[in-house]
């Protein structure tokens, strides 16, 4: 009993001691309480020592890398990315029923990686077939969940409760979906490290604005990113629900019939 | 044989009007009276060839840069509006000198953001306005567009929130990738003002510009 009762203080004691080291950590006052943001005083924590760690490699990083490499170079090196990561769109738009969407990301994907010379050439968007990005946060979503709390994960960023768990699914099917087919665990790594600096290039543009016009960083990339999850996953359900699904009832149910679910006439 | 003239006469006023809305185009003034899709179009396009013009603008030279934002952008804006919907609430409890501070400071700010969009802008930059899907007797509307910043790149969405003045078309908020201007300015706006107040808020806009 008495042992109980401290161990319940202690933890109790444990995490406002976390709580009060959190908040030291974040220098901005945070503002009128967000109800979607109610671990704001941590998030700030973890957003402050992204941005130092985003300040003191990525950034640097990515900008040695935007001016050594040629712009017309980066923009092929980024499409490649952008295109391997078209299959795991395409299958998330099917698991969303958008079956559409999933035929014209396929046909992006068999022609950019064709005709485009490995992705590097964009020429499904000159033909007017625009790029139709999904991953598995939004497909969650499509499903009925909730987003959740937002978080900000150390390294990866913004998130949500949701989509964190979406990016973690993301990130292992691409990641080492791709890589199984890199043997070379070498080879493999220098990729994956490239990559990290090749997409914070690509976002340069982004974060210089942000820095250039926000109050408060840190809520303005939280309201956008949850302005824009919001209208991907809302953008998703109204696509899939385009097309009317009609019950066929001349049709004989196959399968039912198959497994011997139904008699026999 | 009656029909067939009136049929070509229809053709002759057509071909005369297409003419028309051409020449008025190629002088590249925004006509704010037109439809909302197309006078997005002008401005648009006049902003563009301006900027492919001057690689002042382009390299971020901050006089150039607001020498462009007051001559080809805020014309066609209505900037007060902005300001007072970003401001929500709060607009009713400032004083009309602060109003006018307020909506100078934000000015800066939105000066800041086109001046790092500027320095992106190449001789592939194009911006595609799409046709208006809305009521055509509407004063409110939305007008889309497509960015393409460099070749070989995807577009990036960009869209115009419209209202129909005395004076014609103004564009009020913009929508950057589903991330509205104003809706995202209000949360700054309210922050700020909670913690140091309408002067404060002011202060910090102004002290943005400096850095």
């Given at each position: 009993m008495?042992?109980?009762?401290?161990?319940?203080?202690?933890?109790?004691?444990?995490?406002?001691?976390?709580?009060?080291?959190?908040?030291?950590?974040?220098?901005?006052?945070?503002?009128?309480?967000n109800?979607?943001?109610?671990?704001?005083?941590?998030?700030r924590?973890?957003?402050?020592?992204?941005?130092?760690?985003?300040?003191?490699?990525?950034?640097p990083?990515?900008?040695?890398y935007?001016?050594v490499?040629?712009?017309p170079?980066?923009?092929?090196?980024?499409?490649?990315?952008?295109?391997?990561g078209?299959?795991?769109?395409?299958?998330?738009?099917?698991?969303?029923?958008?079956?559409?969407d999933a035929?014209?990301?396929?046909?992006?994907?068999?022609?950019?990686?064709?005709?485009?010379?490995?992705?590097?050439?964009?020429v499904?968007?000159?033909?007017?077939?625009?790029?139709i990005p999904?991953?598995?946060?939004?497909?969650?979503?499509?499903?009925?969940?909730?987003?959740?709390?937002?978080?900000?994960?150390?390294?990866?960023?913004?998130a949500?409760?949701?989509?964190?768990?979406?990016?973690?699914?993301?990130?292992?099917?691409?990641?080492?979906?791709?890589?199984?087919?890199?043997?070379?665990?070498d080879?493999?790594?220098?990729?994956?490290g490239?990559?990290?600096?090749?997409?914070r290039e690509?976002?340069?543009?982004?974060?210089?604005?942000?820095?250039?016009?926000?109050?408060?960083?840190?809520?303005?990339?939280?309201?956008?990113?949850?302005?824009?999850r919001?209208?991907?996953?809302?953008?998703?359900?109204?696509?899939?629900?385009k097309?009317?699904?009609?019950?066929?009832?001349g049709?004989?149910?196959?399968?039912?019939?198959?497994?011997?679910?139904?008699?026999?006439? | 044989?009656?029909?067939?003239?009136?049929?070509?006469?229809?053709l002759?006023l057509?071909?005369?009007?297409?003419?028309?809305?051409?020449?008025?185009?190629?002088?590249?003034?925004?006509?704010p009276?037109?439809?909302?899709?197309?006078?997005?179009?002008?401005?648009?396009?006049?902003?563009l060839?301006?900027?492919k013009?001057?690689?002042?603008?382009?390299?971020?030279?901050?006089?150039r840069?607001?020498?462009?934002?007051?001559?080809?952008?805020?014309?066609?804006?209505?900037?007060?509006?902005?300001?007072?919907?970003?401001?929500?609430?709060?607009?009713?409890?400032?004083?009309?000198?602060?109003?006018?501070?307020?909506?100078?400071?934000?000015?800066?700010?939105?000066?800041?953001?086109y001046?790092g969009?500027?320095?992106?802008?190449?001789e592939?930059?194009t911006?595609?306005?799409?046709?208006?899907?809305?009521?055509?007797?509407?004063?409110?509307?939305?007008?889309?567009?497509?960015?393409?910043?460099?070749?070989?790149?995807?577009?990036?969405?960009?869209?115009?929130?419209l209202?129909?003045?005395?004076?014609g078309?103004?564009?009020?908020?913009?929508?950057?990738?589903?991330?509205?201007?104003?809706?995202?300015?209000?949360?700054?706006?309210?922050?700020?003002?909670s913690?140091?107040?309408?002067?404060?808020?002011?202060?910090?806009?102004?002290?943005?510009?400096?850095?």
């Amino acid at each position: 009993m008495r042992s109980r009762f401290f161990t319940q203080q202690f933890g109790l004691a444990l995490c406002a001691a976390a709580l009060v080291m959190l908040s030291g950590c974040a220098t901005h006052p945070p503002g009128p309480a967000n109800p979607a943001d109610p671990l704001e005083a941590s998030n700030r924590a973890v957003f402050e020592f992204n941005d130092g760690l985003d300040r003191a490699v990525f950034k640097p990083a990515a900008q040695a890398y935007a001016f050594v490499v040629p712009q017309p170079i980066r923009t092929c090196i980024n499409n490649i990315f952008l295109n391997a990561g078209e299959v795991w769109s395409w299958f998330n738009s099917t698991l969303q029923g958008r079956q559409v969407d999933a035929l014209n990301t396929f046909g992006r994907f068999l022609f950019n990686s064709t005709m485009g010379l490995g992705g590097c050439l964009d020429v499904a968007s000159q033909t007017g077939a625009e790029r139709i990005p999904n991953d598995f946060g939004v497909t969650l979503g499509v499903w009925g969940l909730d987003s959740g709390p937002y978080v900000v994960l150390p390294i990866i960023g913004s998130a949500t409760l949701r989509d964190g768990a979406g990016r973690v699914v993301d990130l292992y099917v691409n990641q080492v979906g791709y890589g199984s087919l890199i043997h070379n665990v070498d080879v493999r790594n220098s990729i994956y490290g490239f990559e990290v600096i090749e997409r914070r290039e690509a976002l340069l543009g982004v974060t210089n604005t942000i820095d250039r016009t926000a109050l408060d960083r840190y809520s303005f990339i939280r309201d956008a990113y949850l302005k824009r999850r919001k209208a991907q996953v809302d953008g998703a359900m109204a696509e899939a629900e385009k097309l009317p699904s009609y019950e066929d009832f001349g049709a004989e149910p196959a399968d039912a019939q198959a497994l011997g679910l139904t008699p026999k006439k | 044989m009656k029909s067939r003239i009136h049929l070509l006469f229809k053709l002759l006023l057509l071909c005369l009007l297409l003419g028309l809305t051409h020449t008025a185009r190629a002088q590249g003034k925004p006509n704010p009276n037109a439809a909302p899709n197309e006078f997005v179009q002008q401005v648009a396009d006049q902003v563009l060839t301006a900027l492919k013009a001057d690689s002042g603008v382009r390299a971020g030279n901050a006089a150039r840069v607001n020498q462009l934002v007051d001559d080809l952008i805020l014309p066609n804006i209505d900037f007060e509006k902005t300001t007072r919907l970003a401001a929500g609430r709060n607009w009713r409890q400032a004083t009309p000198e602060q109003q006018a501070a307020l909506v100078k400071a934000f000015r800066g700010t939105l000066a800041r953001a086109y001046s790092g969009a500027f320095t992106r802008v190449d001789e592939a930059t194009t911006i595609k306005v799409l046709p208006f899907r809305g009521d055509a007797e509407a004063t409110d509307v939305v007008v889309k567009s497509q960015v393409t910043q460099r070749a070989n790149t995807q577009p990036i969405g960009l869209d115009y929130r419209l209202e129909k003045t005395p004076q014609g078309w103004k564009i009020y908020d913009l929508n950057v990738e589903n991330i509205w201007l104003i809706e995202n300015y209000r949360n700054q706006f309210s922050q700020q003002i909670s913690q140091s107040g309408i002067d404060g808020l002011i202060q910090a806009l102004n002290q943005r510009a400096q850095q």
